[in-house]
């Protein structure tokens, strides 16, 4: 079974970088044919779509994130990765990895960022 897990999360200052992985196993298709996207929720919060990215290597950005954030995808190590820039206590939250094919999803755990001095 499809298995994705997310590390890399952490406590930074504000300003700082972290970056995101989400491995992957268990697929039943090829790692690349999945839309693979990152969501984030702060509790009692809904969860907040801020990246996708297609088969294609199309991307896509949350208003909140764009300009900050890039989300790549490495075929070889079957690993989606978030990058974040320019960190702000706004964007502390739990941040989820999700991958879809075919309108089956499949997510991670989560892993907590949190940014504060």
């Known amino acids: 079974q499809v298995q994705l897990v997310e590390s890399g999360g952490g406590l930074v200052q504000p300003g700082g970088s972290l970056r995101l992985s989400c491995a992957a196993s268990g697929m039943t298709y090829n790692f690349m044919i999945y839309t693979a996207r990152w969501y984030r929720q702060v509790p009692g919060n809904q969860r907040e779509r801020i990246s996708t990215?297609?088969?294609?290597?199309?991307?896509d950005y949350g208003d909140s994130v764009k300009g900050r954030f890039i989300i790549s995808r490495d075929a070889a190590e079957n690993t989606v990765y978030l990058q974040m820039n320019r960190l702000k206590p706004e964007d502390t939250a739990i941040y989820y990895c999700?991958?879809?094919?075919?309108?089956?999803?499949?997510w991670g755990q989560g892993t907590q960022v949190t940014v504060s001095s």
């Open positions: 999700n991958m879809e094919f075919m309108g089956v999803e499949h």
């Open positions: 990215i297609s088969s294609a290597g199309i991307t």
